[in-house]
Structure formats: structure tokens, C-alpha cells
């Protein structure tokens, strides 16, 4: 691999435009090099006396190699270590000399970006291993009072030292009253800091009440400290690693770009320029070093009890690793899937299935059931997709969401899922595909009305499973947002809780398709593989209204959430929007229960508003697209797919996408397809708009990182000191 695409591999996304910009310093090279060709067909073409002297001129010049460039470090008043680097090029008469001078200057400016940058985080590293370590004496303190409970005690002891007995007293040695007497004096002042949110710490949020607990010295209190503990100090060792890849890999791109120098400008000033680069701070500080060896020793000691082996397992950082098992069941289950479907529509066919007295009656009955597999299926297929293109465009979509280190999973993995899920379903529908409902031939058989149920039941408990099988960390993490999107809003909004609950909003008739499974089930319905008591039940009638907005509705509390928290006016529109979006829902869902040209014209005009308004919002501001005064024309100034025209497209297409409503009003019906099928289909395209979606929401946020230099999760740490309250009051 060139050392170019080893560069852009290696680089944390969110810091890309932190680094030396090595690419363009290539195109300047480039520009010398062209110069001086030209420079030599030139003097080629010279008389011989010309060359003559031509060459002499270069032996002579040649002599004075050592002075083609001279350094000036300028050191900013207050600041030992903040430094700014100029290179003076000294050749500027040469032939190419202009260009050289250039490279020398923007090589400056990308050196000096680099160093103040990296000098920067070291300094911000420095502090929170300050704060680290004075949370490493608090846990110490606090191991020590929990050990001096004595197994008989209550949950909770006194903080204060005076409560230990008497004669505990006097068989304590100096050292350990003096050791107590420091553990106290360590203790006073902290409250412990709570994270485990709940619907009444959210309360407590509302109302501007503090977060911090009184200490209680319980095994189970240590516990959740030392979890805590623990994964601060592996994500600030990561975040050391990180700092130290970032300068061997901006020192290597100095060098590289150096030798590079040399050979196209026929000069030998490398080992100069390197020395300055070694005696910067970016080379020479051993700060990093440090706060490595100790963040490691600490791992070490108080979480490992002096397992090194076992400490340097925990702190390197975990990859998830693609299996060739992987990839060899994605491939088997696609293959069974597809031939599944093939062997379904050659039994249809040959068969005549659709022209038998019971095929309207399979389609208003099992359809609904089987359908809502389809549409996860198609979901997830996306969202693969929506992976694999992620990590070609190198969006950091693991930090975003938030995953634990080395449990994402891959698109190869997601589709096995999918692919797996497919086959069982196909497989379900060959056992009771028979529309027939003749009572002299019998060939309808109640018990296999049960095994879409029996099916879905599965696939609860599988995702519902404690067991470490299928991708535990996964699932958990799906069922721990799909809780907080359920409890909005008593929970704080993070980018995984919204963005899961708009997923759910293009999964309506999934929605309606399980609200159809308790009405079919529950009624028995499935004994005569009828739906007359769910179309005339009133409850069913109100909850098909109820079912398609509640996504919309959970979207619409996370925004209120949001609107009381961050007191951010662009919530209170969004908040409009799905409101907007409800009503309009609930037109529609009208409209197709109860025809009438009055359900039918308010269908249109609040449908079509909020089409408009969704559409502005998912171009605008999800996509950050159509900005005004940007260098590409109708999109944004930054952009990670290198084609214009599928940004266009994307546009396009979302705007077609969100007009299949029209269906709903417009009543559109085709001889050759069931109305049921129609609703599939569309329920399908919405699914895929969704899956475009993703793709470009998750891009924008990556750059919105980018700009901020976000490129690590800030880890809640577990104790809150007095002094802490004090800054932030």
C-alpha cells in the first residue's frame, strides 16, 4: 500500500482535517517537477557553450547546498512549548523556485497546524489525567471504608471516622489512624454523581435539581464506582493511543513528503528540515509516554490486582474481526432465500394459486402476517447497505452511535440476520401456503394458521434472549434504545434514541401488521382464516389510528425533551413538524376508514403541508444540503461522496418518495395487484427512502464531528468534588 492511502487509513475521521495535508503537498511537487522538465528540454536546447556554462553554474551551486533553506522558531510569549516554525527557501532564482518556495510555506503552515494542534490535546490530556487521579484517591479511600464495615452492618455507615469502636482504636497501628485520618480528609467535600437515568432523575432534571448523592459506603456503590472507573481510564488510555498515532503519523508524512522533495528537486535538505521536526514538540515531547505508563500502572494495580497480562488486555482497543464463518452463512441463508423465492412463484404458477376461491381471503389474512417480516427484512438490509457505505466513505457511524468498542456489528454480520431471518420466514409460508378453504378436501388445516405466530414468538425471544448468542452486546443495546424511544420523555435524547425512533416512523404498517396479529390471534379469528371481527371490532378501528402515530409521537415527546433541556428554538420547529405529520396521518388513516370529499380535500391540504415541511427538513437540515453561497451548487461545502450527482438524485428521489401518500387519497387501485399487496409495496419504498436517509443524516453528523474535532465519547465520571459545584454554580 502507498504511503498515501496508508495516511488517509490511518487517520481518526474526525481529526482529517488536523493532519498534514500530504495530498496537496503532492500536487506542489508535482508542479516542481513539470518546471523543471521544462527547465531541461530548455537547456538542451542551448548552444554547448551555454550548457557549458549552465553547468558550471549548477557545480558551483552545488557547493552551497547546505544554505537552500534556513529555519526561524518564533516562541509565543507565555507559551514554552507554542512555537511557530518558518522555513526561508533560498533558491528562489532557480528555475522552479517560485513552486519551491510555496511547498516550503504551505509545508510550514501544515507543520505548524499539526504541532500547535497536537500541543493542544497533550495539554487537554494532562488535565483529565489530573482529575483522573484525583478520582483514583477517592476510589482508594473508598475501597478502604467499605473494608472497614464489618460483615454484619448495615447497607451504609457513617462518614464519619469517629464512628469505629474504641478498642477498634486501639489495635490500629499509627500508620493505620494516619492512613484513616487521610481517607477522611479525601472523602469530605464528594457526592457521587448519578447516571443511571430514570423517570425521576428526569424529573429532577426538569426542576434544575442536582444529580449528586450523599456517599454510602456499600459493596454495591464500590461497584458501580469501580465500573465506572475503569471505563474512564480505558477510554482516556485509547484517547493516549490516539494522540500518539497522530504524531508518528504526521512526523512519517513530514519525512515522506521530504524525501519526495529531494528527489524531484535534485536537493538534499531532508535531514535539515527533519532535524527541526524532531526537536519540535509534535516529536520530541514525552508527555504522551507518560500518561501512558501511568494510566497503565493504575489499570494495572487497583483493576487487575497487578495482572499486567490481564490489565493491557483490557486497555488495548478491541476489533471486531470479520470471520470467514460469517461471510460463508450470509452467502448460504442468500442462497436459500433466493431459492425459496424462486421455488415460490414456480408452485404459484404451476399451481394456479392465484386464481383459486381462497387467494383473497390468504391476502387479507396471512399476507398482513407474513408482510411484517418482509418490511424487517428490507429494513435491515438497508441499514447494511447503509454500513458498508459508511465505512467506504469513512464515516465513523461506532463512535456516533455510541456502540461498545469491538460489538459493532459489520455489514456481513447484519446481513446474515437478515438473510437468516428471510429463510425462516419463506420457509413459514411454504408451510401453509394452500389457499384453499374447500371443507369437502380439507386442505386447509387450522394448526398452521398458528406458525406465523409461532414464528414471530421466536423471534422475540431470540432478541430477548440474557444468553451470550447472536450478538448479546447488539441486541441489548437495540433493546435499551427501543426503551428509551418507548419512554420519551423521561429520558435525555441522544443521537441513537432519535434516530431509532425515526426508523420506527417508516415502519407503520410493521406496526399495524403486529396490532393485527393480537386481533387475529386474539379473537380466533385464525380458526375460519377470517378478519370480519378486527374490521368491525371498534377497539381495532381506534387502535389502527393509535398505531400509525405512535413513532411520530415519541418523536414529538424526544423534541419536547429536547426543546426543555437545550432551550434550542430549531426543536420547537422539529416538534411542529411531527405534529403536523400526525395530524395528517390521522386525516388519511380517515380518509381510507370513512370516504367523503371533506375527509378527502383535508387529507390533501395538511398532507401536502406536511410533505413540504418534512421534505425542507430532511434535505436542509438533516442533510445540511442546499446551503446558501457553497462552493458546489445546491449542496454544502464539504462533501464525502466525490460524485454531485448522487446527492442530486438523493434530493430527487426523497421528494418522489415522500409523495406516495398520493396513493391514500387518490385511491389508485391495478386489476393485477391486491390491495394488500399495494400497501406492501409502498410500505416498502417508504422503508427505502428511509435507508437513503440514513446514509446522508449520518454523514452530516460525521462532519459535524469533524468540525468540532469530536472523535471520543465523554465518559461520566463517578465522584463530584466540592470544588467541582463550586466552578459550576
Not at 521544462?38 to 556554462?53: D, G, H, Y
Not at 493505620?176 to 448519578?194: C, Q, T
Not at 404451476?350 to 396471512?366: D, K, S
Not at 420457509?427 to 406458525?451: G, H, P, W
Amino acid at each position: 500500500m502507498r504511503f498515501g492511502r496508508e495516511f488517509v487509513s490511518k487517520m481518526i475521521p474526525e481529526w482529517q482535517e488536523a493532519y498534514i495535508d500530504y495530498a496537496y503537498l503532492k500536487t506542489i511537487l508535482q508542479d516542481i517537477q513539470a518546471t523543471r522538465k521544462i527547465s531541461v528540454s530548455n537547456s538542451q536546447s542551448k548552444p554547448s557553450f551555454a550548457r557549458n556554462l549552465t553547468r558550471r553554474y549548477t557545480r558551483n551551486a552545488s557547493v552551497s547546498e547546505n544554505h537552500v533553506i534556513v529555519f526561524n522558531a518564533v516562541t509565543h510569549a507565555g507559551y514554552e512549548h507554542d512555537m511557530t516554525y518558518e522555513t526561508a527557501f533560498l533558491k528562489t532564482g532557480e528555475p522552479g523556485g517560485d513552486s519551491e518556495a510555496a511547498f516550503f510555506r504551505t509545508l510550514d503552515r501544515e507543520f505548524n497546524k499539526v504541532n500547535s494542534f497536537y500541543r493542544l490535546k497533550v495539554e487537554k490530556a494532562r488535565n483529565q489525567s489530573l482529575a483522573l487521579s484525583k478520582q483514583m484517591d477517592a476510589l482508594v479511600a473508598f475501597r478502604h471504608r467499605v473494608k472497614e464495615k464489618k460483615p454484619s452492618s448495615s447497607d451504609s455507615v457513617s462518614v464519619d471516622i469517629n464512628a469505629l469502636s474504641s478498642k477498634s482504636k486501639e489495635n490500629m497501628t499509627l500508620g493505620d489512624l494516619i492512613k484513616n485520618e487521610a481517607n477522611k480528609s479525601i472523602l469530605e467535600g464528594i457526592r457521587m454523581n448519578r447516571t443511571l437515568e430514570t423517570p425521576l432523575s428526569a424529573i429532577k432534571t426538569i426542576l434544575k435539581v442536582h444529580k449528586q448523592e450523599e456517599l454510602k459506603f456499600t459493596r454495591e456503590n464500590l461497584k458501580k464506582v469501580e465500573e465506572r472507573l475503569q471505563r474512564a481510564f480505558i477510554e482516556f488510555y485509547q484517547k493516549l493511543g490516539h494522540l500518539k498515532n497522530y504524531s508518528f503519523l504526521n512526523t512519517s508524512a513530514v519525512s515522506k513528503i521530504m524525501k519526495k522533495y529531494d528527489k524531484i528537486a535534485a536537493r538534499n535538505v531532508a535531514k535539515q528540515y527533519m532535524e527541526m521536526v524532531d526537536s519540535s514538540y509534535l516529536t520530541s515531547s514525552d508527555e504522551i509516554h507518560k500518561l501512558m505508563v501511568r494510566a497503565e500502572s493504575t489499570v494495572i494495580e487497583h483493576f487487575c490486582n497487578s495482572n499486567r497480562r490481564q490489565g493491557m488486555n483490557l486497555l488495548r482497543p478491541k476489533e471486531n474481526k470479520e470471520l470467514h464463518r460469517t461471510t460463508f452463512s450470509t452467502g448460504f441463508f442468500f442462497g436459500c432465500a433466493t431459492s425459496l423465492i424462486i421455488a415460490l412463484a414456480l408452485i404459484i404458477h404451476a399451481r394456479n394459486i392465484m386464481g383459486t376461491p381462497g387467494q383473497r381471503t390468504y391476502m387479507e389474512t396471512m399476507f398482513p402476517l407474513y408482510r411484517f417480516f418482509g418490511f424487517v427484512v428490507l429494513h435491515v438490509v438497508m441499514y447494511a447497505a447503509n454500513i458498508y457505505f459508511w465505512g467506504i466513505y469513512r464515516v465513523n457511524y461506532s463512535f456516533i452511535f455510541g456502540f461498545k468498542q469491538g460489538t459493532e456489528l459489520g455489514y456481513r454480520h447484519v446481513l446474515l440476520l437478515s438473510f437468516g431471518l428471510g429463510t425462516l420466514s419463506l420457509c413459514a409460508v411454504f408451510l401453509n401456503l394452500d389457499m384453499e378453504m374447500d371443507s369437502q378436501t380439507k386442505d386447509y388445516r387450522i394448526v398452521t394458521e398458528l406458525i406465523p405466530l409461532f414464528l414471530l414468538a421466536l423471534v422475540v425471544a431470540i432478541t430477548l434472549c440474557p444468553f451470550n448468542i447472536l450478538y448479546r452486546s447488539s441486541r441489548f443495546f437495540f433493546l435499551t434504545v427501543l426503551f428509551r424511544c418507548i419512554a420519551a420523555p423521561f429520558y435525555t435524547v441522544n443521537l441513537p434514541d432519535f434516530f431509532l425512533a425515526d426508523q420506527l416512523t417508516s415502519q407503520v404498517q410493521a406496526l399495524r401488521s403486529l396490532e393485527f396479529y393480537i386481533c387475529y390471534y386474539g379473537f380466533r379469528d385464525f380458526r375460519q382464516r377470517q378478519r370480519n371481527t378486527c374490521r368491525s371490532n371498534d377497539v381495532f378501528t381506534t387502535f389502527y389510528f393509535i398505531v400509525a402515530v405512535i413513532p411520530y409521537w415519541l418523536r414529538f415527546l424526544q423534541c419536547i425533551r429536547r426543546i426543555i433541556e437545550e432551550n434550542d428554538l430549531s426543536h420547537v420547529y422539529n416538534a411542529a413538524k411531527y405534529l403536523l405529520t400526525i395530524v395528517a396521518a390521522c386525516l388519511r388513516t380517515a380518509y381510507t376508514l370513512n370516504r367523503g370529499t371533506t375527509w378527502n380535500i383535508t387529507a390533501w391540504v395538511f398532507s401536502g403541508v406536511a410533505t413540504l415541511y418534512a421534505t425542507y427538513w430532511d434535505i436542509v437540515i438533516d442533510w445540511g444540503l442546499l446551503q446558501r453561497g457553497c462552493k458546489n451548487c445546491f449542496l454544502r461545502d464539504k462533501l464525502l461522496v466525490p460524485h454531485k450527482t448522487v446527492y442530486y438524485a438523493a434530493m430527487v428521489l426523497n421528494v418522489l418518495l415522500r409523495l406516495v401518500w398520493l396513493q391514500t387519497v387518490l385511491d389508485l387501485k391495478f386489476s393485477f395487484l391486491h390491495r394488500e399487496t399495494l400497501v406492501a409495496l409502498l410500505a416498502c419504498l417508504e422503508i427505502i427512502r428511509r435507508g437513503i436517509w440514513n446514509f446522508f443524516r449520518l454523514e452530516n453528523e460525521h462532519l459535524n464531528n469533524v468540525g468540532k474535532f469530536r472523535a471520543f465519547k465523554s465518559v461520566p465520571l463517578p465522584f463530584n468534588y466540592q470544588e467541582d459545584r463550586d466552578q459550576d454554580n
